[in-house]
């Protein structure tokens, strides 16, 4: 199972919007709705920020959002403030087992 | 508070072995998934090893079967991994995490760090 496929950066002015791309196969990412997306500041653990493809855990901006098309999830930070500056990383079920796969990373910068 | 707690990281020479422990409170880890994840520095995150709720299924990464073995115990609501055969490649941040399908990995420990080096 390969890694997931990430841009290595994005950026935006804050008040904008940035969207980072998670582009898998169809054993993964198109074949099941078991997307998650994890925000990491550095030096942090890992926090959940979306899980079944759009889902936002208690507590979680609506700020941020997932969606899904083929074989390519997508997360959208809207209204960038300075403290999403932070790596994110996207997951998946690799054919809907407990296999996982994780994405290879975005840097996203706060201009 | 839900909260994990690792422990057990440290040096190893190449070969040696290691046990981490990750010690849950708020919460039963018999009740759920659980995760070891790890991450070398500056590099991304990588999962390793699962246990389900039952502890009766374990799943590996290709890159320790057959020398890491996650385990349980849950009179101590304690989870282990225990790595053997350890290599430089190994070398990494072992996070233990909760969570699962469909809900994601919702807690993570801060982490331990693992250094395997001559």
């Known amino acids: 199972q390969s890694a997931l496929t990430q841009p290595p950066s994005a950026s935006g002015s804050p008040g904008q919007s940035v969207t980072i791309s998670c582009t898998g196969t169809?054993?993964?990412?198109?074949?099941?709705?078991?997307v998650s997306w994890y925000q990491q500041h550095p030096g942090k653990a890992p926090k959940l920020m979306i899980y079944e493809v759009t889902k936002r855990p208690s507590g979680v901006p609506d700020r941020f959002s997932g969606s899904k098309s083929g074989n390519t999830a997508s997360l959208t930070v809207s209204g960038l403030q300075a403290e999403d500056e932070a790596d994110y990383y996207c997951?998946?079920?690799?054919?809907?087992?407990?296999?996982?796969?994780f994405g290879s990373g975005t840097k996203v910068t706060v201009l | 508070e839900v909260r994990l707690v690792e422990s057990g990281g440290g040096l190893v020479q190449p070969g040696g072995s290691l046990r981490l422990s990750c010690a849950a409170s708020g919460f039963t880890v018999s009740n759920y998934w659980m995760f070891w994840v790890r991450q070398i520095p500056g590099e991304g995150l990588v999962w390793v090893s699962d246990m389900n709720k039952d502890g009766t299924n374990t799943m590996y990464a290709d890159s320790v079967k057959g020398r890491f073995t996650i385990s349980r115990d849950n009179a101590k609501n304690t989870l282990y991994l225990q790595m053997n055969s350890l290599r430089a490649e190994d070398t990494a941040v072992y996070y233990c995490?909760?969570?699962?399908?469909?809900?994601?990995?919702?807690?993570w420990g801060q982490g331990t760090l693992v250094t395997v080096s001559s």
């Open positions: 995490v909760r969570g699962g399908l469909p809900a994601g990995l919702d807690c």
């Open positions: 169809s054993s993964d990412v198109g074949g099941y709705n078991y």
């Open positions: 997951c998946s079920s690799y054919a809907g087992s407990d296999i996982y796969v």
